[in-house]
């Protein structure tokens, strides 16, 4: 999916025991078919996905992460291009499983020290679709929003959509806006004259 969280950025005095529980509701998560309603997570899409993500997870280790689960072919489900659920520990920022879209089951768990740390790893990217912030303090919440660059930042959830709200990215993330009223412009083609009289 085009917005999936793939970098986790966890305040240091939490990090283990958030990276813990993640990994823990990550094992605990359904794989299988894409229709079987009980599913949570599906296969990936082709042979060629699925050699990538495995391949990412590869240059992660490689980097100096550790895989806190997952990191592997679900062999249990026999035929079908299935990585399991795959959290990524000991990630830093400048890293290709952090920097690189991998677009699959997997999540790179970045810590931060504060709030302006958080907000300036957030913003080095080439990216900027979308983001999201979990907080309990409403002003902390609109001082980071305000700062981070991304086209939709959610606040407390998470690929939340609406017909009427534009959704479009900033840097490689964007190239206008789709839904809302500045969809339209994406359907207008704009001409200036200029005439000397």
């Known amino acids: 999916m085009c917005c999936a969280g793939s970098r986790l950025f966890v305040e240091q005095k939490v990090y283990d025991q958030f990276t813990e529980t993640l990994a823990n509701s990550a094992a605990a998560l359904k794989?299988?078919?894409?229709?079987d309603k009980d599913s949570r997570i599906?296969?990936?899409?082709?042979?060629?996905?699925?050699?990538?993500?495995?391949?990412?997870?590869?240059?992660?280790?490689?980097?100096?992460?550790?895989?806190?689960?997952?990191?592997e072919q679900n062999k249990e489900l026999g035929k079908g291009y299935f990585v399991k659920p795959t959290v990524l520990t000991n990630v830093n920022n400048s890293m290709r499983v952090a920097?690189?879209?991998?677009?699959?089951?997997?999540?790179?768990?970045?810590?931060f020290k504060d709030e302006e740390d958080v907000v300036r790893q957030a913003n080095q990217t080439v990216y900027g679709l979308s983001a999201?912030?979990?907080?309990?303090?409403?002003s902390k919440a609109h001082r980071i929003s305000r700062a981070l660059r991304?086209?939709?930042?959610?606040?407390?959830?998470y690929n939340q959509?609406?017909?009427?709200?534009?959704f479009g990215g900033y840097k490689q993330s964007g190239f206008g806006r789709e839904l809302g009223l500045h969809?339209?412009?994406?359907?207008?083609?704009?001409?200036?004259v200029w005439l000397k009289v």
């Open 31 to 35: 794989q299988g078919p894409g229709l």
């Open 42 to 71: 599906g296969p990936l899409v082709s042979q060629e996905q699925f050699e990538r993500v495995l391949g990412y997870i590869d240059i992660g280790k490689k980097e100096g992460a550790q895989i806190k689960v997952g990191g």
């Open 99 to 111: 920097q690189e879209e991998i677009f699959g089951p997997v999540v790179a768990a970045i810590p």
């Open 132 to 138: 999201g912030v979990w907080t309990r303090d409403v």
């Open 150 to 157: 991304a086209g939709t930042v959610w606040v407390n959830c």
């Open 161 to 166: 959509l609406d017909p009427i709200s534009p």
């Open 183 to 192: 969809s339209l412009e994406l359907y207008t083609q704009i001409e200036s």
